[in-house]
T-cell receptor, first 114, second 115 residues
Framework: SQQGEEDPQALSIQEGENATMNCSYK?????LQWYRQNSGRGLVHLIL?????REKHSGRLRVTLDTSKKSSSLLITASRAADTASYFC??????????????FGKGTHLIIQP | GAVVSQHPSRVICKSGTSVKIECRSL??????MFWYRQFPKQSLMLMAT?????????EQGVEKDKFLINHASLTLSTLTVTSAHPEDSSFYIC???????????FGEGSRLTVL
């Protein structure tokens, strides 16, 4: 069953604005990852944040992790039309990070209006 | 970077037939490969975990006799959808965990349409 929940499920903003997506999970994790998926395509890994980290940056991306609230946020600054995609968080909460697959959230569909 | 190749990327078949989807790690060896299913506008759901040379571990609710997984080598896992029905139409995505680094890489997915 899906552990992660993203909100909002859909987000439409103007190009140049910032986009914030949130994700929650239910059990303990070793790390949390964010992925992007363009329509009908595979996943692109964006960023991984470990449970002992609170914030991480990568280019225009900023990810935060609050383990006390079991939540994470992904901020995309200065959005571009090419950022239009679905964004998923994924955790290793199934087994403590080793052999089992990731648990994905439901995703946020982001539309950047030119 | 590491590449995971899925083949075919798209397949259309008649109801009752079987379809095989391949997942290959092209430039690394994979200890474990995972198979996910994604219905339209939904998230990825883990179907099974396969380890080279051993039986796959299936998630609850996934029929192992319907979704046959073979992981014969450190670079290849196959998913066979047997006696496919229209409700099996979905996007199937594999991921592979690299042997030495533990990094996870995803394939581009295979879209199955069962008529």
């Amino acid at each position: 069953s899906q552990q992660g929940e993203e909100d909002p499920q859909a987000l439409s903003i103007q190009e140049g604005e910032n986009a914030t997506m949130n994700c929650s999970y239910k059990t303990s994790i070793n790390n949390l990852q964010w992925y992007r998926q363009n329509s009908g395509r595979g996943l692109v890994h964006l960023i991984l944040i470990r449970s002992n980290e609170r914030e991480k940056h990568s280019g225009r991306l900023r990810v935060t992790l609050d383990t006390s609230k079991k939540s994470s946020s992904l901020l995309i600054t200065a959005s571009r039309a090419a950022d239009t995609a679905s964004y998923f968080c994924a955790t290793d909460e199934r087994s403590g990070g080793g052999a089992d697959g990731l648990t994905f959230g439901k995703g946020t569909h982001l539309i950047i209006q030119p | 970077g590491a590449v995971v190749s899925q083949h075919p990327s798209r397949v259309i078949c008649k109801s009752g037939t079987s379809v095989k989807i391949e997942c290959r790690s092209l430039d690394f060896q994979a200890t474990t490969m995972f198979w996910y299913r994604q219905f339209p506008k939904q998230s990825l759901m883990l179907m099974a975990t396969s380890n080279e040379g051993s039986k796959a571990t299936y998630e609850q609710g996934v029929e192992k006799d319907k979704f046959l997984i073979n992981h014969a080598s450190l670079t290849l896992s196959t998913l066979t959808v047997t006696s496919a029905h229209p409700e099996d139409s979905s996007f199937y995505i594999c991921s592979a965990r690299a042997l030495y680094t533990g990094e996870l890489f995803f394939g581009e997915g295979s879209r199955l349409t069962v008529l």
